[in-house]
């Protein structure tokens, strides 16, 4: 079975954004009394919509999101580059390409625009706001393949935590997972998804689903 879309999510596969959305979460967790570290944290949210992160934290105090947003803003504003290999394995990338990840529209296009990646992207962007239900729902990942004019059968989504490459099993698409981010290769494994770690093979990888 050919390729003929690929679909990248976009936080620990296109923008290196996952570590400091641990560190700046668990800190701000820990400061309203929680006992959690940055595995906990990773394991818990790493993929997750924003919906499921709030029900997850609950009531919280006064003004306590406001600063979490406003410390993410800055820190990924100072920090946020493209993860690496991911510009090289783009460059060599034959085959029609978007993005769809649990993030807010502004959000993406933000991270892809600090990173220089949007216009690699340009009108190809979806967001867990298109759609009923983010991942692990396989809902995002067939509505990008409808969009693009792809069949799920002949898609290869790129992903880096479990909520995603659920999403893409439940799609019938094929996956590859990267294990080189904050998940451990542990939790990618025995999930359906073709592991990898250098994401510069990422197009070599996609021809041996051809």
Known sequence: MGVDLVIFDCDGVLVDSEPISVRLGTAALRRIGWSIDETEYAERFVGCTNEYWAEQIGETPAGWREQLIADHA?????ELCAVAGIEQALDQLSVPSCVASNGRHVTIRHSLELTGLAERFAGRVFSAEDVARGKPAPDLFLHAAAT???EPERCVVVEDSPFGVMAAMSAGMRCLAFAGGVTPASRLTGLGATLFHDP???????????
Request: charged content about 10%.
């Open 74 to 78: 800055a820190a990924m504003k100072a």
């Open 148 to 150: 693009m004019g792809a």
């Open 200 to 210: 510069a093979a990422i197009p070599e990888l996609i021809t041996t689903f051809g």
